[in-house]
């Protein structure tokens, strides 16, 4: 097995997150009271209870890493997700950035951070 590390993030109700996720491809691999893992391809989230999170004042986050950064984005969109500047959840479109990567971003109802980037084989 080739070793492995997946972001924990908050919910502050695990059904909402577990629907919220699921319209964008993630199915439910583990789910009990006090932990939820879901996977998309290769992609795993794992969740744990947080209900008074203020989604405001939130400062979890992580990276997707995406081979195709653009479907993915397209999926968060046509699933009702706005682009807008503030709320949760929403969308900011993927920029070249000056570092030469293609990057955009999800916030998620909790106001998790998730930094979509586009693969290109190289760390970063």
């Known amino acids: 097995m080739t070793d492995l590390a997946t972001p924990n993030l908050p919910a502050r109700n695990l059904l909402e997150t577990e629907q919220f996720y699921g319209r964008l491809g993630f199915s439910t691999v583990f789910r009990d009271d ?30 997707l890493r995406l081979d195709d ?22 969308l900011h479109r993927p920029e070249t950035q000056d570092w030469g990567g293609k990057m955009g971003a999800l916030v998620d109802p909790d106001g998790t951070l998730l930094r979509l980037i586009q693969n290109d084989g190289a760390t970063r």
């Open 34 to 63: 006090g932990w939820m893992i879901l996977a998309r391809a290769d992609m795993r989230l794992e969740f744990f209870p947080y209900p008074q999170l203020d989604p405001l004042t939130s400062w979890f986050s992580c990276c």
């Open 69 to 90: 950064l653009d479907r993915f984005y397209e999926t968060c969109l046509s699933s009702g997700i706005p682009e807008a500047e503030r709320g949760q959840p929403r």
